[in-house]
């Protein structure tokens, strides 16, 4: 009988913070990332917000050792900053960008142009096919008024439809990123329910780290206080999943986060904490737990997607009232330029009407009248997309609906 | 011993050219297509270009004995155009919108409004898994001179792609629509070869319709007799493909195409022909023809990808330099909106120098400045996010090769 012991997969996670120009000791910490991660040999690394190419060149010159297979999802206009280093072999990668992901006139919030995604990497590990996926949502900028919640939990939506839909013929799922929600969010719920998946924090067998195991601490001195002044032992946004699918059953055995400074130096790897975790794969039979069972439907899941078909509901409100502003706007600048064009002809021909307003003022409020037609233009456009992307969501969560009612019906 | 009798599956796919305001005769064309697929009974339709969703409702409520299953995918400002009406139910869906379509500024192609996509439907007939896949491709304008090529391989990649990752699951696929490409275009070639789907028209065991299978028809009242000149017996760019996974296999029995005018009509049902195949799905061992053979590496496939990583460093080097001209544009509007405040500010103080230059044409150049800054500002954006994603393909597609060429040097 064969008895090839248990797979053990190391994982690590972390939202590395690096902007270019924008995050403090950018390139210092990069440095003791890749110092780190070379030391620890961790099996997979998945890593987030790696803006510039440059950092994720240097990270794999440092790590061309320890970890030979390496990917830079590229996406948005400042990139996906999604990348990954594993120690097996990378087999295929496919990026699905999220359809809804803030809006581009919001560029003090700048997730538009970052095109958040989710990056999916095929690793065959002693002949188990792992699908491993690396993420990064929406950001949530205010809690209590938060305008991106439609948009984030299209996202988490999305997320667990790729997986579902992407993930029939794997053995292990690993999915590890800044999920930007709270554990119990409904976007986290969704995900996790749509999906089956495990939160390695829940189920680990032993865990050591920060309370609750937060990523967001108040002690990191990079953190933003302001937003962590409600919750003061932190929170926790960034999560590693996973689930074994065919014969073969995944448990978490260790679960540890950094806690606000790195060990042994005195700033932060990142504004979040990172996450490390091992993950024990068996086959079935080999596994010390009960075996593994057939996919059992959720009688909370009906209502979980019922709640994000209004969240969409409300985000579809919100988009068709700004739909309906912009091209009122555009309609007015289109006129007023009408206006102005005849006036300016009139006083061309020789009458006196276009006299009697002041040079001026006419050119500006014709430039004025030019630039709100263009961008509110723009503006209309983006949110007729936003949609009809969300009425297709809406509609493919009320499907969804159905089919598990009809099953839980039969069932 | 179970003899379940080999499943046929009747399958419909048509370009409807649905455009609201534009199409000839749309809604007279819209009622016979309605009024043929109630009487014939098509176990699987598959529209493309049902742009409006009146249109969409009324054939499903003209469809709704005959076809009680049904979905839209939405997408982009004016829609994906894509629907499926279904004899079966369908259990899930799922869209993927390509990265790259088009350009925004490129309105007389208007293809990017469109949101070209690639819907997926899930369906369970008979226990068996069919996923079945509705796409559309980004319009060739010119053949000679097809600016949009490196798009379209992409989007071909990004179909393949899609098929492969989503598919594992299933036991029958079958993908149907506009491709927009000549059977051996290299796009076609790559999505044949890398997922090894089969083309109804090449393989089927009986054929009758216009010649070569051709479904943009010289003899077709709405066709572009330009575009055909050089093609006098018209070109083939809608296809049925399919396959049989795991125990499954798929032949084609029968395929058909309209040849113009619609049966009985005087006019056709769209400006492309209708394509009709008849699929028999057995089980290995009940089947006729030799049993399912594991999938085998087609050598060919390194050379085929290869050729599409050239076509995206063609497209990576116009993307670039379309950047880098938004870029400069962009640059000079802001500098001579700079120039012009600092003169107006001269003026304001009393200077001279504001009036050395006439009133009327320095507010034209200021509009003009403005209008160029913030033009060339969003095209330079687009174009950075089109050279981002053209270059993760490009990695997408080497990686693809290396494997592809580790797998043949092993077996």
Sequence with gaps: METKPALQLRVFNLNCWAIRYASKLREERIKM????LSQEHYDLVLLQEIWSERDYFRLKERLSSSHPFSHLFKSGVIGSGLCAFSRYAILDTFLYCYSLNGYPYMIQHG?????????????????????????????????????????????AWELGQFIRHTSKGADVLIIAGDMNMHPGDLGMRLLREWTGLHDAFVETERFEGSQDGCTLLPNNCYSSQKELEPFPHGIRIDYILY??????????????????TAPGKTIPYSDHEAVMATLVVEKQGQAEGPPVKAEELNPQLVDTVNEARTEMRVGLHTAESQRYSSGRMAVLGLLLLLLQGGMSLLSFLGSEVGHTFPKFSFYVLAFLAFAVLLV???????????VRLLQGTEAQMRLAVQVLQEKLSCG
């Design 376 to 386: 509110s233009t723009i503006v209309y456009v983006f949110h007729t997309i936003e």
């Design 33 to 36: 990332i890749g110092d780190f």
């Design 243 to 260: 689930k074994g699918l065919s014969k073969f059953r995944v448990r978490c055995k260790y679960l540890t986060t950094t806690k606000g």
């Design 111 to 155: 997730d538009w142009f970052c095109g958040k995604s989710v990056g999916l990497l095929i690793l065959n590990i002693r002949d188990m096919v792992c699908n491993v996926y690396v993420t990064h949502l929406h950001a949530e900028y205010s809690r209590e008024k938060d305008r991106y919640l439609p948009h984030r939990v299209l996202q």
